[in-house]
């Protein structure tokens, strides 16, 4: 997994069982042999992309080392109601015990790696890409950024902690876009930090002062429409020209599948959409008992 280290997802692994199952999953172990030998497949029930299968292997064998599992389907595929994604073999009190926290993250990953790939496909042409942002669930946001890779969107920073973001509280607080950009520079050189600059902006007025200032990375143009965003990004690149020097263009603020397009077309390099995995429907799917 490209985002989080085995033993990172381990320690989540472990929180998850912990409140699932608790002192014991009473409901398997009063009905079921601790013998007993079975199989479960995980069968799609909704058209979708597929994310989440290599972490489900990991809570599968974090759980019980000797399951085996039997992969058909890898992330990123495309899926639709009754493909089998994999199968797992082995003791059904393990089968039972694992399936609903492992159904729970896959469901999440995919549905979020749905949802990107619907808003990318839509800008596919354009050259635009789609970011997520850090409205994500809290302890999951590795694997949420992960599920939107999956599903083709672009990641944004992870944290605070990659990028310098300028917002409008920011600004705000700083007295102004100069002075907000100016300090993140002056930061970044005090503590040797080869970090990235954005600046939000919210009207023309801030938009010039950041071209003005010259020393943000990308411009987030906040909540603008896209007549107003494409007169923004004339703006920008005009002033590209005269300065010889590149700035990215972000767009933000309420965009949806019906919009998302429309700001596309304008020039911009970025649309960011929180809906991505602050709002985002699962992928329906399901883990059944299979006779052999």
Known sequence: MKYI??????????????????????????????????????????????AGVEVARHVIHYFDP??????????????????????????VLSLLQVERTMLNIMQRMSGIATTAHRY??????????????????????????????????TNHRIGLF????????HVDFAGGVTNAIRRAQQYCKDKHKDLRIEIEVRNDKELREALDTNGADRIMLDNYTPADT????????????????????ESSGGITLDTIRDYALTGVDFVSVGALTHSVKSLDMSFKAVKL
């Not at 639709?80 to 082995?90: E, I, L, S, T």
């Not at 990028?163 to 409008?168: G, R, V």
């Open 230 to 249: 494409r007169k923004a990004v004339e703006e920008v690149r005009a002033w590209e020209k005269a300065n010889r020097r590149h700035i990215e263009i």
């Open 120 to 153: 990318q496909s839509l800008i596919a042409d354009t050259g635009c890409r789609v970011l997520d942002t850090r409205k994500t669930t809290p302890g999951l946001r590795l694997l949420e950024k992960e599920a939107v890779a999956i599903g083709g969107g």
């Open 66 to 91: 000797t399951l085996r599992c039997e992969v058909f389907i890898n992330d990123g595929a495309h899926v639709k109601p009754k493909d089998v994604a994999f199968r797992v073999y082995g003791k």
């Open 162 to 169: 990659d990028m310098i973001l300028l917002k409008d509280n």
């Open 5 to 50: 280290t085995d033993a990172e997802l381990d320690a989540l692994i472990a929180q998850w069982f912990k409140e699932d199952i608790g002192d014991g999953d009473h409901t398997s172990l009063s009905s079921i042999p601790a013998t007993a030998e079975g199989c479960q497949q995980l069968i799609i029930k909704e058209e979708g992309i597929l």
